[in-house]
């Protein structure tokens, strides 16, 4: 089960009445009058038997409450990529993933058309053997490039079978963003033809992160005042802690005397994860609106 974060949590009253309102309705006519002669396509039209939960999350709706949405005009997607990998001492390696968990819904929300396909976790993180970056450190899993880049056109082309015609690539890891940049490339010659489009938004990385920072410091009033060393800073550990303090290792560094990082305390619990909610929802609208720009511009 996923985690439950306040971003996780969202669920937006047009994705309620979206959902609900063209589940109910017939399909269209000519499609039943084909469905009569072929059970698969029967099938596929079928009015749901049950209410639709919500989520922003693909994998944890129905087949029929994603064909539903997107009928309705949820038409835009949101492929994530995170990453496993050596984040210092007191992060867990999927760092990047509890950061999408997060920011995923809060930037679908924004859009209110859309949806977030499941985070890409394994991403280039260095060569294997011999290793080279991250890859020199216990627990990084990374994948070569042309492996990355199949992986993620094979998604993206997934989900265009499902009827998204916005299909967003966005990564939290400066390792991920040529390989989002060269598929999504590809894709749109692939798809020229068609009222498809891939859109690499390179701005939820940058000036994503050094946007995060910006604010945080001169809005937020949040300064670091010096460097512990550490592959971590304030704006990593509270966006990771609104989806899950333990993976910062919230309690053990509170008894081992260490619950701060480059100089700023990460107590108060409820302090430091309002600070992290904050930081999301910048970047979150944000991205939304380069995502915006992008669809506008193809």
């Not at 390696?93 to 997060?102: C, M, S, V």
């Not at 966006?239 to 081992?256: G, I, K, Y």
Request: hydrophobic share 40%.
């Amino acid at each position: 089960m996923r985690r439950l974060s306040t971003f996780g949590l969202l669920v937006a009253a047009a994705l309620c009445a979206a959902c609900t309102g063209a589940a109910q309705g017939d399909r269209d006519p000519s499609a039943k009058a084909l469905g009569s002669a072929d059970p698969y396509l029967s099938k596929l039209n079928a009015k749901r038997p049950i209410e639709a939960r919500q989520s922003y999350w693909l994998e944890e709706l129905t087949w029929m409450e994603v064909r539903d949405l997107v009928a309705s005009g949820h038409t835009t997607v949101i492929i994530p990529t995170g990453g496993v990998e050596e984040n210092g001492p007191y992060l867990a390696t999927g760092k990047h993933n509890l950061i999408l968990e997060a920011s995923c819904p809060a930037i679908a929300s924004r859009l209110k058309n859309a949806l977030c396909a499941p985070i890409v976790k394994f991403v280039p993180e260095g060569d294997i053997d011999p290793p080279s970056g991250a890859m020199r450190f216990p627990g990084t899993i990374s994948l070569s490039a042309s492996t990355y880049e199949a992986l993620l056109s094979d998604i993206a082309s997934s989900l265009k079978q499902s009827g998204f015609t916005n299909i967003i690539m966005i990564g939290d890891s400066g390792g991920n963003q040529r390989g989002m940049q060269a598929v999504a490339a590809k894709l749109n010659e692939r798809w020229a033809e068609l009222p498809v489009r891939a859109h690499f938004v390179k701005e939820f990385y940058s000036p994503g992160w050094d946007a995060v920072e910006k604010f945080t410091t001169t809005e937020l009033g949040v300064e670091e005042t010096r460097k512990d060393g550490y592959h971590d800073d304030i704006w990593v550990t509270a966006m990771m802690m609104v989806t899950d303090p333990t993976q910062v290792r919230f309690e053990e560094r509170v008894l081992a005397g260490r619950a701060s990082i480059n100089g700023v305390p990460i107590t108060p619990l409820e302090d430091a994860v309002e600070l992290g909610r904050q930081m999301i929802g910048f970047r979150a609208d944000l991205t939304a609106e380069a995502i915006r720009s992008a669809i506008k511009e193809k």
